[in-house]
């Protein structure tokens, strides 16, 4: 009777479900309190028993609990890069560039997701089909919403001279599309102040105001938008393009807002290299000037190289910020070999970024409110 008792008492802590290490050590307590005199050896018994065949399981069950809550990185599957991140009726999103040769570069796909962990794939929410001027190299999108429209800003061809191509716009009705061409010409087709029209980022000022920072070469140029997005209006002085390249500048630009200031970050080294890297400046006018102040992302060479061309997702009401980059896997040695991950970013008390360490993990999940 006693025995039927204690495997009574076994079989329901073994019913054990979110709660499985607490309930067991809850078990083996009561076990060897209740335990009458002279049945010290069966209980030890049992509870060795229970050893070998339930701490196995624990660890199995805590692992693939903490894998389901995280991201892991790679965020997405596939071969994907210059990812660009933001949130659309509480989703998150992400807008990469297609990794592979340029002549395959025909079309862009996006990955939402309601948490950061589990991502659904949007496919070919515009290609070269749909915007007859562009050919290759299909780059780097850059997304805003405006009045209920989604604009789509592109590169498109990998321009090096006047009629080859340049940053396009597409717009649509939804953030997974499907776009179509919204000028039926590059918004800019030519270069200005050194700096091929590439990498492009759209930023919306305090004011209401849309800037769109772009720029290759090791030169970055800033114009103000109109606000239907049609073409470029002049600055206050005239000038339709202003430069602001900090130190080191390579390609990649994105901007954001914290507490009053305009964080401008960029991509310095080689793409195609271990050393590439996101750096970064602070200034008081989206226009800078911009002086650097070091480093917040690069290769960890037990994790990853080529860490860099990221944006930033500051999650609504929920003070977190995540950066969103791509890099190459160790081993991986081909230019278009990179994949998209996410890890977190933080700031110090004085508001300068800290270094990110990249990770294998990711981050955790963080569900929106609907």
């Not at 054990?16 to 209740?34: G, I, N, P």
């Not at 994105?254 to 890297?277: A, C, I, Q, R, V």
């Amino acid at each position: 009777m006693r025995r039927a008792l204690y495997w009574c008492n076994l079989k329901r802590a073994c019913t054990v479900s979110k709660s499985v290490a607490r309930l067991t050590l809850q078990f083996a307590v009561e076990v060897l309190q209740s335990c009458p005199a002279g049945h010290d050896f069966f209980i030890t018994s049992i509870l060795v028993s229970m050893k070998k065949i339930w701490i196995p399981f624990l660890l199995i069950t805590t692992t693939i609990s903490l894998q389901a809550q995280q991201t892991g990185n790679p965020v997405i599957k596939g071969w994907y890069a210059d990812p660009e991140g933001a949130v659309f009726k509480n989703k998150y999103w992400i807008f990469p560039t297609y990794s592979d040769k340029y002549e395959k570069q025909v079309f862009f796909d996006a990955f939402s997701s309601p948490d950061l962990v589990n991502w659904t794939k949007h496919e070919r929410i515009l290609d070269t089909n749909r915007v007859k001027w562009a050919w290759r190299a299909m780059w780097a999108p850059a997304i805003v919403e405006r009045d209920k429209k989604y604009y789509l800003f592109f590169g498109a061809n990998d321009m090096h001279k006047t009629g080859e191509g340049g940053i396009g716009v597409a717009v649509a009705d939804k953030p997974e599309g499907p776009y179509r061409d919204y000028l039926g010409k590059p918004l800019i087709g030519d270069i200005y102040n050194g700096a091929q029209p590439i990498d492009q980022f759209v930023f919306k000022d305090k004011d209401g105001q849309y800037y769109i920072i772009y720029g290759g070469w090791g030169h970055c140029n800033i114009a103000r938008l109109k606000k239907d997005f049609t073409g470029l209006e002049p600055f206050p002085d005239g000038e339709l393009y202003k430069e602001i390249t900090p130190e080191k500048y390579v390609e990649g630009p994105f901007m954001f807002l914290k507490d009053g200031k305009y964080y401008f970050m960029w991509s310095e080294g080689g793409w195609t290299g271990p050393d590439y890297s996101v750096a970064y400046a602070i200034a008081d006018s989206p226009l800078g000037p911009f002086r650097r102040v070091g480093k917040i992302l690069e290769q960890d060479p037990a994790v990853a190289t080529g860490a860099g061309h990221h944006s930033v997702i500051e999650a609504p009401g929920k003070n977190k910020w995540f950066i969103v980059y791509h890099r190459r896997p160790l081993g991986e040695t081909a230019a278009n070999h990179r994949v998209v991950c996410i890890d977190e970013m933080h700031f110090d008390e004085k508001g300068f970024i800290q270094p990110v360490k990249i990770t294998h993990e990711g981050v955790k999940a963080l569900p929106l409110k609907k």
